[in-house]
């Protein structure tokens, strides 16, 4: 019994892995016209997070490090949204 509980947290645990890794690979294959989106994607990660009492400073950096990896044009807006992702964390 014991053993089925550890490999089931194994398991959970692998998915997890998987899934936020394939959610930075898509996010970083975005194309630059569903950007927007993309962002709305990762605040709203964040705001369930933070709704569940999870530590929500996670999606914030993913997506301020995808945008930065992007190396997308940084206009005024995008400026404020990764000082305020800093200054929330």
């Known amino acids: ?52 009492d999870q530590p929500g400073w996670a999606p914030l950096v993913a997506c301020v490090a995808i945008l930065s990896a992007k190396r997308v044009y940084w206009p005024p807006f995008l400026i404020a949204f990764a000082v305020l992702a800093l200054v929330v964390m």
């Open 1 to 52: 019994m014991a053993m089925t509980k550890a490999l089931l947290g194994l398991l959970v645990r692998t998915g997890r892995t998987l899934v936020v890794t394939l959610l930075v690979v898509v996010s970083l294959l975005t194309f630059p016209s569903v950007l927007p989106w993309m962002i709305a994607f990762w605040l709203g990660w964040h705001t369930v997070r933070i709704a569940r």
